[in-house]
């Protein structure tokens, strides 16, 4: 990350005509969130300063 930053932010786009699958927040199940920590954790780790 730059020097100055101290946030990352993961974003997911979606786009949907309907709700069928109920509202926003209630697609992000556990095993989404997991694999988003897991990908972030990489990242960070593929990245880190020396």
Do not use: P
């Not at 730059?2 to 993961?10: P, R, T, V, Y």
């Not at 699958?21 to 990489?42: M, N, S």
Request: include cysteine; aromatic fraction near 8%; proline fraction near 0%.
């Amino acid at each position: 990350m730059k020097e100055g930053f101290s946030q990352l932010i993961f974003i997911e786009v979606k786009c949907r005509s309907k709700n069928v699958h109920g509202a926003t927040i209630e697609t992000i199940t556990h095993f989404k969130k997991a694999r988003l920590r897991l990908t972030a954790a990489h990242l960070l780790y593929s990245h880190r300063e020396h």
